[in-house]
Nanobody, 119 residues
Framework: QVQLVESGGGLVQPGGSLRLSCAAS????????MGWYRQAPGKQRELVAT??????TNYADSVKGRFTISDNAKNTVYLQMNSLKPEDTAVYYC??????????????WGQGTQVTVSS
């Protein structure tokens, strides 16, 4: 069983920074891509950023220029969040498309980590 574990969330003032980490553990052959999603109360879960195994990245317009997604080429994905705004307050979830066996990838989700941006 593959597990994704997020860390790094917390309370930060507007304009501050946080760095989220997500580590995949368990038995798997390959991670095709990973991403960060977030969900605020009463709102839909939205894509924040993704990164492929080839290190191609994609960002939501709302975070472009402020957030950076990266990985360690093994099992961990990061989200560096700068110039944080109150609108960034949400639970952030890590997602991975991971090959464990056979020819198909499966989606895995972390438990989420709370990010609160407030004065």
């Amino acid at each position: 069983q593959v597990q994704l574990v997020e860390s790094g969330g917390g309370l930060v003032q507007p304009g501050g920074s946080l760095r989220l980490s997500c580590a995949a553990s368990g038995r798997f052959f390959r991670i095709n891509n990973m991403g960060w999603y977030r969900q605020a109360p009463g709102k839909q879960r939205e894509l924040v950023a993704t990164i492929t195994s080839g290190s191609s990245t994609n960002y939501a317009d709302s975070v472009k220029g402020r957030f950076t997604i990266s990985d360690n080429a093994k099992n961990t994905v990061y989200l560096q969040m700068n110039s944080l705004k109150p609108e960034d307050t949400a639970v952030y979830y890590c997602n991975g498309q991971i090959l464990t066996s056979g020819n198909y990838y499966s989606d895995y989700w972390g438990q989420g980590t709370q990010v609160t941006v407030s004065s």
